[in-house]
């Protein structure tokens, strides 16, 4: 893992984007916590898993990246289309694009922490 931070989060999107899930614990940390529960790293791995069982075509895009100590702050974008659900709303395989807004905490070179809040109103409108 890289010592730069920005880096460290661009090698941790590829993982995700080549859907590396034997690789996530080289950028995610054993006992990563997402939005104030402690999922740990089995349980990350099943929530990435199960959005690209949802979402078979996605991909996530930086749009903007921001670093300050441990912290990296991310706008990720998608343009893809959910098989079925997504967030509650019916997609059916139409086209959906959204922004995510989230915050890392890094620790040893690794994921700990994650707030993330998804543009669900956006996906509504298109809707």
């Known amino acids: 893992m890289t010592d730069d931070l920005a880096g460290a989060y661009r090698a941790y999107i590829d993982c995700l984007n080549r859907r ?3 690789g996530l614990g080289e950028h995610v940390a054993a006992e990563v916590e997402h939005n104030g529960r402690r999922f740990g790293l089995s349980g990350y791995r099943g929530m990435l898993e199960a959005d690209v069982q ?3 075509d996605l991909r996530f895009n930086i ?3 921001m670093t300050d100590g441990p912290m990296v702050a991310a706008r990720l974008l998608f343009d893809c289309h959910p098989v ?5 709303l019916a997609v059916d395989g139409r086209r959906v694009r959204f922004a995510e807004n989230v915050f890392y905490e890094f620790r040893e070179g690794r994921i700990a922490r994650v707030w993330s809040v998804i543009d669900k109103a956006a996906i509504a409108e298109q809707l």
């Open 63 to 65: 749009d903007m990246l």
């Open 20 to 22: 590396d899930w034997a």
């Open 54 to 56: 949802a979402i078979p």
């Open 84 to 88: 079925a659900e997504l967030f509650g």
